[in-house]
């Protein structure tokens, strides 16, 4: 019962003085889930069923990536590290499969700088293979790990079987996940990224196109992929940079290639023109206060340690709200620019961001009498 009480009171809700165009509610794309976020402030531009669970087919790519980018950022290889080519690599994403392959030659060695761009460029399923075999062991333990890697960066949705995509009732992401995922990579990644925008790559005296058929399209679009998956339709997960601003954006569930295409640029064409940076909170102001339970002080205030902006469309207004959630009360002893809690802002029932906040001073433990006093209180507030 005292449980169950205490979670009713982890939310302080506070009303702000702001407007949100209603514009984003109502924007429509023929995608079956999407998910669209502003690179700088974090804030949700759109979403639509971005958490059912969905195939991610060439789209798992992305963590495959992410894990060797983490093992070349903690050194655990280095970009001349070369691997072999196993037939299993060479029958399942080479020559022989007729799938997406960068035709790495059957018992060869092979860079993993130039695995790296046969994946990024080319989708590459043999890459995928060399670089989980040479990593992990086997495409089955180099999964695991991938999967183990989504959980530490809270992409808790995803799921994975094996390192390529292929079809596998195991495989699954939400376009959240994927959204999140491709702005880790550009932003924890700086050094790689670009390798996801490269037009072009030659492997075994083949010449390839970038796969992902917005880099050619010259609107700004600068990473990330496409897949497909039978029963599914196609998606794409892309990155746009323009007058400052980037975006990424999930799409998943369309129809046909053509129909990917334009609602790709629609919805990237929407979201740089229909929307302006807001400020909400300055960094250090007050954004909330929480309790406190056995202190010389009550109560302690609540800020951020950075700035607080949204991205807010920039027609027909609607009123924004903000809720600080705690743990209520925070225990003793309470130090200064310690973590508390989160700020969530929402217009509507819509979640636009949320931002860390902590303790804006210390609060020492108060008196004994005090003590007595907040004992007998949250004894009479938890069991009247």
């Not at 293979?129 to 086997?138: K, P, V």
């Not at 995922?181 to 932003?187: D, N």
């Given at each position: 019962?005292?449980?169950?009480?205490?979670?009713?009171?982890?939310?302080?809700?506070?009303?702000?003085g702001?407007?949100?165009?209603?514009?984003?509610q109502?924007?429509?794309?023929?995608?079956?889930?999407?998910?669209?976020?502003?690179?700088e402030?974090?804030t949700?531009?759109?979403?639509?069923?971005?958490?059912?669970?969905?195939?991610?087919?060439?789209?798992?790519?992305?963590?495959?990536?992410?894990v060797?980018?983490?093992?070349?950022?903690?050194?655990?290889?280095?970009?001349?590290?070369?691997?072999?080519?196993?037939e299993?690599a060479?029958r399942?994403?080479?020559?022989?499969?007729?799938?997406?392959?960068?035709?790495?030659?059957l018992k060869?060695r092979?860079?993993?700088?130039?695995?790296?761009?046969?994946?990024?460029v080319?989708?590459?399923?043999?890459?995928c293979?060399?670089?989980?075999?040479?990593?992990?062991?086997?495409e089955?333990?180099?999964?695991k790990?991938?999967?183990?890697?989504?959980?530490?960066?809270?992409?808790?949705?995803?799921v994975?079987?094996?390192?390529?995509?292929?079809?596998?009732?195991?495989n699954?992401?939400?376009?959240?996940d994927?959204?999140m995922?491709?702005?880790?990579?550009?932003?924890r990644?700086?050094?790689?990224?670009?390798?996801?925008?490269?037009?072009?790559?030659?492997?075994?005296?083949?010449?390839?196109?970038?796969?992902?058929?917005?880099?050619?399209?010259?609107?700004?679009?600068?990473?990330?992929?496409?897949?497909?998956a039978?029963?599914?339709?196609?998606?794409?997960?892309?990155t746009?940079?323009?007058?400052?601003?980037?975006?990424?954006?999930?799409?998943?569930?369309?129809?046909?290639e053509?129909?990917?295409?334009?609602?790709?640029?629609?919805?990237?064409?929407?979201?740089m023109?229909a929307?302006?940076k807001?400020?909400l909170?300055?960094?250090?102001?007050?954004?909330?206060?929480?309790?406190v339970?056995?202190?010389?002080?009550?109560h302690?205030?609540?800020?951020?340690?950075?700035?607080?902006?949204?991205l807010?469309?920039?027609?027909?207004?609607?009123?924004?709200?903000?809720?600080?959630?705690?743990?209520?009360?925070?225990?003793?002893?309470v130090?200064?620019?310690?973590?508390?809690?989160?700020?969530?802002?929402?217009?509507g029932?819509?979640?636009?961001?949320e931002?860390?906040?902590?303790?804006?001073?210390s609060?020492?433990?108060?008196?004994?009498?005090?003590?007595?006093?907040?004992?007998?209180q949250?004894?009479?507030?938890?069991?009247?």
């Open positions: 019962m005292r449980a169950r009480l205490v979670s009713i009171f982890l939310l302080i809700a506070v009303i702000l702001l407007t949100l165009p209603a514009q984003a109502v924007f429509e794309t023929k995608a079956k889930q999407a998910y669209l976020i502003d690179a402030t974090g949700v531009l759109f979403a639509k069923d971005e958490n059912a669970p969905v195939p991610p087919a060439s789209l798992a790519k992305l963590m495959t990536m992410e060797v980018f983490d093992a070349l950022a903690r050194k655990e290889l280095t970009l001349d590290t070369e691997f072999p080519v196993s299993y060479w399942t994403g080479g020559a022989p499969s007729g799938t997406s392959t960068m035709f790495a030659a060869s092979v860079r993993v700088v130039d695995l790296i761009q046969g994946v990024t080319q989708l590459a399923n043999d890459g293979i060399i670089l989980a075999e040479g990593i992990a062991g086997s089955e333990a180099y999964a790990r991938m999967t183990a890697r989504a959980k530490e960066l809270g992409l808790s949705a995803s994975f079987n094996n390192a390529t995509g292929l079809p596998d009732p195991k699954v992401a939400t376009m959240r994927l959204a995922l491709s702005r880790h990579i550009q932003t990644y700086p050094d790689f990224f670009p390798y996801y925008s490269q037009p072009e790559f030659e492997w075994n005296k083949i010449r390839q196109r970038n796969r992902n058929p917005l880099i050619a399209a010259n609107i700004g679009v600068d990473g990330f992929a496409a897949g497909f039978e029963g599914y339709g196609y998606a794409i997960v892309s746009m940079q323009k007058d400052g601003r980037r975006v990424f954006l999930a799409l998943g569930g369309l129809a046909s053509k129909e990917r295409l334009e609602e790709t640029r629609k919805i990237l064409d929407w979201a023109s929307f302006e807001k400020r909170f300055a960094s250090g102001e007050v954004v909330g206060e929480a309790s339970y056995g202190g010389d002080a009550s302690v205030e609540l800020v951020t340690s950075e700035p607080v902006d949204v807010v469309p920039v027609n027909n207004p609607e009123r924004l709200t903000a809720k600080v959630i705690y743990r209520w009360p925070l225990p003793m002893p130090e200064a620019g310690k973590a508390a809690g989160t700020l969530r802002i929402w217009s029932e819509r979640l636009l961001r931002v860390p906040v902590e303790t804006a001073q609060v020492q433990e108060g008196t004994l009498r005090s003590r007595a006093l907040d004992a007998l949250e004894l009479l507030f938890f069991w009247l």
